[in-house]
């Protein structure tokens, strides 16, 4: 089983109901070698996203923000940066060979941060790093 917490919620302006914004929010599985559980997690987000942004309503603007659980050069950074990942990217075995979950991810979003990428944005005892993000579909976004 995948457990995710995911939020999706679609707004509109008061003066103009035909101006809407898709924001989903997410945490996802916390474990350090527990990159191939959040890039599958990842696509089963971008997957709802995507039906709540594009099928239900007509290519609305994404907010897509959370706790990945993820540092910058991590496998979903990467995916959600580029659109893809390859199946023989490290992290579909950074739980070890035995739960190797070797797939091509996609996603047609145009995914950019929207604030930069802080040094931290969790400071704990023995670790401090970018884990929390804020990524805007920069496709649709100013539409």
């Known amino acids: 089983a995948l457990p995710i917490s995911l ?5 509109e ?26 890039l599958l997690q990842s696509a089963i987000a971008l997957t709802h996203i995507k ?7 007509s290519g609305i603007p994404v907010i897509f923000c959370g706790d990945f659980n993820s540092i910058p050069s991590s496998g979903l950074c990467s995916l959600f940066k580029s659109g ?4 023989d990217h490290e992290d579909w075995i950074s739980n070890g060979e035995e739960e190797r979950c070797s797939m091509s991810l996609t996603h047609s979003f ?4 929207a604030c930069g990428e802080p040094a931290y944005t969790n400071y704990v005892g023995g670790f401090h790093g970018c884990l929390d993000y804020i990524f805007i579909d920069s496709g649709e976004i100013g539409r």
């Open 51 to 57: 039906h709540v942004a594009s099928e239900l309503y």
């Open 84 to 87: 893809s990942i390859p199946e």
């Open 7 to 11: 939020q999706v919620s679609v707004f």
């Open 110 to 113: 145009k995914l950019k941060s």
């Open 13 to 38: 302006t008061a003066t103009d109901p035909s101006r809407k914004i898709c924001v989903a929010n997410t945490h996802l599985y916390f474990h350090p070698k527990g990159g191939n559980i959040r």
